[in-house]
């Protein structure tokens, strides 16, 4: 008896348009832009015929508001009705995202345009070869003011760095666990948001206990600045030492290097960018105090380059005075603030080049 099987049949081909897609519909790159241009357009319109009806102003806050929550109404109903809504969901939180940095762009950019624009009209070549000593009303400049600046911020770098490196390094190293280390580190937070005037008020205090009321000394601003740094030097580099690994640690261990040589030569050098970009950030912070400095440096309108005797003038001081003590023309003096707070501003960035660049030479190279 034969058996005969039926001929195999052909797999029926299934209907691809009923299963899932993980992609949907993709609106074209220009789409966003146009939407933006357009939610613009429109809200700039009513917002041009509302100021011409009230007789009024254009807002052009009201405008960017109203023109950014339009474009993100649009681009969200648009996107999920073509890309699907989970896409939908992306684009609004990306346009979310983009409005918050513009919104913190704003300030920035409105304080430096302002600082330049104003700042111009006062740096000259005397603004940088002269002080203010037997000047008044035009002329004069700001030379003194930028020494003090210098050697201030100098010597509260030179105090503060070392204690905060040093005092990382234990609470990272040495100290985990221990109870000292846990009242350093409490400390520490308690320090990083004392005022700035509190600072002033504690190397004022501390001076006058030995040289009486009334002194006036370039270093007492160091110490000053130095008590608002080293907590910010020590925060910094404590994240920057636990982020090394500790592979490395053990690695240098079991060649027999000592702990310290291993810090020295391995934990350190690994962790500098960071290092220095916390250590910049700290000069940053406090190279702009004025409230401090007005109580220990002083004012004066000579030159000084002794931080250990008489009264020392900075730049933000110089900028305060110039400003709250207007002469004739008083736009002789205002001319000089602004181009005081401009100096300050570049004195800042070419610090934190120089920061970058360290970091960039001394950090390990990862190349292999």
Known sequence: MTMTSAPAQSPVP??????PRLTSGRLPTWAPWALL??????????????SFSDGSEFSVAGWVIVAALSYLVLITII?????????????LVTGVVTSAFALAMVPLVSVAWTVVVNGVA????????MSMRNVVGEGGGALHAIVGTLLITLAAAVISIPIGIFTAIYLVEYGAGKRLANGITFLVDVMTGIPSIVAGLF??????LFFGPGIRMGIMGSIALAVLMIP???????EMLRLVPNELREASYALGVPKWLTIAKVVLPTSIAGITTGVMLSISRVIGETAPLLLTAGVTTSMNYNLFEGRMMTLPV?????YMNQGIPAQAYIDRAWAAALVLIVIVMLLNLIARLVAKVFSPKMGR
């Open 79 to 91: 996107s999920a009705l073509v890309e699907g809504a989970r896409k939908g969901r992306d684009r």
């Open 37 to 50: 241009a357009t939610s613009a357009a429109i809200s700039g319109l009513f917002f041009a015929v509302v």
């Open 203 to 208: 190397a004022y205090a501390l001076f006058a």
């Open 122 to 129: 006062g740096i000259s070549a005397d603004f940088f070869t």
């Open 14 to 19: 299934a209907d691809l348009s009923d299963a």
């Open 318 to 322: 110089f900028a305060y005075s110039q």
């Open 232 to 238: 910010v030097v020590v925060r910094s580099s404590e």
